[in-house]
Nanobody, 126 residues
């Protein structure tokens, strides 16, 4: 069973920047689709961005233009660069992976991924 581990969370000032990373427990694991999600307190899990193994990317409207997803195919590390975060971006952030590229484009993307990390907390203060 592949495990995903997120790092890089913490406290950040509004308008600052933060970069999250996600590493798989098996370095040889190369999923066809990876993504970032978040869940605020009392809220549903929200998809933020996905990237497939060809480099095609999707973003939610809530982070488009501020956050950037990227993936190092050599190391299979997934990143989320968070620029100009706002207080409403405060949440637990999760990375996810799936062997099917279709997960990146599912109408129910939050339920399309098989592998999830434990999450890393991001707190944005104004």
């Amino acid at each position: 069973q592949v495990q995903l581990v997120e790092t890089g969370g913490g406290s950040v000032q509004a308008g600052g920047s933060l970069r999250l990373s996600c590493v798989a427990s098996e370095s040889s694991y190369s999923p066809n689709c990876m993504g970032w999600f978040r869940q605020g307190r009392g809220k549903k899990r929200e998809p933020l961005a996905t990237i497939d193994d060809l480099g095609s990317i999707t973003y939610s409207d809530s982070v488009k233009g501020r956050f950037t997803i990227s993936r190092d195919n050599a190391t299979n590390i997934l990143y989320l660069q968070m620029n100009a975060p706002k207080s409403e971006d405060t949440a637990m952030y999760y990375c996810a992976a799936d062997n099917s590229i279709a997960a990146c484009y599912s109408d129910s993307v939050a339920s399309a991924f098989n592998y999830w990390g434990q999450g890393t907390q991001v707190t944005v203060s104004s």
